[in-house]
């Protein structure tokens, strides 16, 4: 089994930079290094959709196109914890931003832009971005 906390959310303006951080407690059996990550993000109303995912040691990274170039997922192994860096923020980017991981340790795309994809999911942290 494999928790994850989310923390980091927020309010912003516009323009601000917000860093999410997801910390993972993992039972024995498993290491950090054997399960991949990514983040999701729903608002109101919408469907939960994909945002950013990392394999195992950070190394290979896949990010939806809403936020390339603004957002980056990176990963510290020693700390059982994935950050998304997000900059220039914008209002659209308002959500509940999630952390999710699966046993396994590479991205396989597309799969790991799909929610169906992973096992374990964290409760979510609020962002919330004015104009």
């Known amino acids: 089994q494999v928790q994850l906390v989310e923390s980091g959310g927020g309010l912003a303006q516009a323009g601000d930079s917000l860093r999410l951080s997801c910390i993972a407690s993992i039972d024995p059996g498993y290491t950090f290094t054997t399960i991949a990550v990514a983040w999701f993000r729903q608002a109101p109303g919408k469907e939960r959709e994909f945002v950013a995912a990392l394999n195992w040691n950070g190394a290979g990274t896949y990010y939806a196109n809403s936020v390339k170039g603004r957002f980056t997922v990176a990963r510290d192994n020693a700390r059982n914890t994935v950050y998304l860096a997000m900059k220039t923020l914008k209002p659209e980017d308002t959500a509940v931003y999630y952390c999710?991981?699966?046993?396994?340790?590479?991205?396989?795309?597309?799969?790991?832009?799909?929610?169906?994809?992973?096992?374990?999911w964290g409760q979510g942290t609020q962002v919330t971005v004015s104009s």
């Open positions: 999710a991981a699966r046993i396994g340790p590479e991205l396989l795309l597309p799969d790991s832009t799909k929610p169906p994809t992973y096992d374990y």
